[in-house]
């Protein structure tokens, strides 16, 4: 299988994994979505648990994964979603040009 920095992939059904360090089994819910990192690890955006991709390769960029993970970040840090309100700006639209500016330098 391969996948790109930056896709973000959706479970379509509950997987048991067993967490690297103290071997805990965890069940990740049905529509528990990651993020493909650079580190060739599958980032857990609910809960932040990290997991090796097994002999998955990575290559190439998710121009569009990457612009919701950035929009993500941002809206936990600043008050994105009031700022897009006040200028009536879709948040559809800022995902869309964050994506453009992405595939502007050549992800």
Same mark, same amino acid.
Not at 27 to 32: E, M
Not at 45 to 73: C, F, H, N, W
């Given at each position: 299988? @391969?996948? =790109? ?19 805990? =089994? ?8 990651? *993020? *493909?990192? #650079?580190?060739?690890? /599958? ?15 990575? &290559?190439?960029?998710?121009? #569009?994964?990457? /612009?919701? %993970?950035? +929009?993500?970040?941002?809206? /936990?840090?600043?008050? *994105?979603? @009031? ?8 948040? &559809? ?6 994506? %453009?500016? +992405? ?5």
């Amino acid at each position: 299988m @391969e996948y =790109k920095i930056g896709q973000i992939l959706t479970s379509n059904q509950d997987v048991e994994v067993e967490k690297a360090l103290s071997g805990e =089994k965890v069940i990740i819910p049905k529509g528990n979505r990651i *993020i *493909i990192g #650079a580190d060739n690890l /599958a980032h857990h955006l609910r809960d932040g648990m990290i997991q090796p991709l097994g002999d998955a390769t990575v &290559k190439g960029y998710d121009s #569009a994964g990457l /612009a919701e %993970y950035l +929009l993500l970040i941002l809206k /936990a840090h600043f008050p *994105i979603s @009031e700022m897009l309100e006040d200028y009536d700006i879709e948040e &559809k639209d800022l995902l869309d040009e964050i994506e %453009y500016a +992405l595939d502007d330098i050549g992800l």
